[in-house]
């Protein structure tokens, strides 16, 4: 044997040895025979890669082993030994971690589903250019999905602002940005999954086929399978986009000019409608705003007063080449409605790729400071139209201070391009907004920089919200209680606990969402596909 043989097996006995401590020598050593196309590693800097998120909020806890999946039938090769062993372990699917709250973690004793690492054997994006769809491996970055359907002149129509995310982890949450208002979230552009249930079993869902399954899944918090395929919409890419940003110094010409925007059908409308807050001048400089500078500097004292709140909306023109005559026109009669600060107008053009990509850029410039793996307290919230204002008046001039440590988006969005049946939870209002505080935290900056004083900010902000009665819902929902997301639920709460029951009786699935009981305790009722977890 070689030394690195040796040191393999050794590695691998050490490995197995913890397994049989922590979930009962059957199954950890037919975790060990498993046989899987892709691979199996117990390699501590694997363990260590897997263990901690983006949020950075928490210790990092290493699981027992990682599974890099080369097919569906893999993971449901390990979901299945999972699901049949006496004491069931938990297995997560893993995106790119770019959760907040150890959402795709499983805690020490659990086998975590790599999902974006490429595999020999993991499929590549297919696009049908006819039916105007592309089938993607579960765990395909969203970037590589645009680059692979560009080939074809042909792009999803919803996104998030940032493509380094996953199709399941994205798709497991709701995926929004500015052509939600139009297009709805991401999970509402989805034609067909394959799912990996709790059971162990491969299943194909969609409208027609395994309905239940179809919208559960979809903002269903890796709750009832792992993603392993998903078909996705598309439609012909624009090729550049007209990209404009306006100020407004108050809240309500803000906001009206943002629900106008998105109440606006048929074909003239802008294609993308976003905006943010400017609480301090510090905002100009961070990662959101390069589109200020250098070409655009921009002195916020020129615009505001007192130094006082801003509120910066943003807008985009999707146009083909054949169209640059006639896209200035165009934009210029969409503005001539709004009553944006005249003077506050900023214009760029770029392809609609790098428009797209834009956060990515920003990534690259934080890495090169040491500022990207950072710990981000970030809250996201979905604030019902009618107390927006109160919302603005308690939170951004109020317990924010003059003081950010990050971007806050504010856009709304229309309740009715979301499937009530899915499993997303948005406030019962025809239109909501999505609040998002995306702040980064620094242990040696400025207090209001520290995690601590970020942390007690997002509580005091959930607990004006509770007290002023303003029925917010949480975007990437962290809750510490049953009752909270029992609350957090509301009306879709039975519905989602007996999914649970039917499709992940054992509770094997994304524990690290913590919604329901640990796995080893739950009850085990294998042959009962419709009665009530209890937790
Ligand atoms: P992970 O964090 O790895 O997983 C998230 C959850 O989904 C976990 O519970 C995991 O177990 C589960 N999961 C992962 N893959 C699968 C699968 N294949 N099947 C079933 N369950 C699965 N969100 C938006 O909507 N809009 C934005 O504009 C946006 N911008 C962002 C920008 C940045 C810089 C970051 C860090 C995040 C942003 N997000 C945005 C949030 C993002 O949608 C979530 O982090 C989401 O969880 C996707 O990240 P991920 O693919 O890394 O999933």
Redesign the pocket.
Known sequence: MTPEMTSSFLLMTFAICTLIIAVGPSELLRIGAIDVDGHFTFKPSDLASVSS??GMLKSPEEPLAVLHPSSAEDVARLIRTAYGSATAFPV?????????NG??STGRNGVVVE??HRNIGTPEPLVEPEEMYVDVW??ELWVDVLKKTLEHGLAPKSW???LY?????????????GQAFHHG?QISNVLELDVVTGRGEVMRCSEEENTRLFHG?LGG??QF????RARISLEPAPQRVRWIRVLYSSFEVFTEDQEYLISMHGQSKFDYVEGFVIVDEGLVNNWRSSFFSPRNPVKISSVSSNGSVLYCLEITKNYHESESDTVDQEVEILMKKLNFIPTSVFTTDLQYVDFLDR?HKA?LKLRSKNLWEVP?PWLNLFVPKSRISDFDKGVFKGILGNKTSGPILIYPMNKDKWDERSSAVTPDEEVFYLVALLRSALSDGEETQKLEYLKDQNRRILEFCEQAKINVKQ??PHHATQEEWVAHYGDKWDQFRSMKAEFDPRHIL?T??KIFQNPSLALFRPSSSSSSASW
Request: net charge negative; glycine share 20%.
């Open positions: 998120d983006f997560s699917a893993r995106g790119h971690g770019h959760s907040i959402q795709a999902m974006s579960g765990g998030t602002d940032y995310l996953s199709v399941g982890g994205t798709l497991s949450n709701a995926g929004i940005s979230p899944v918090l890796g399978g792992i993603i392993t956060v990534e981000h975007y990437l994304a690290g969402q």
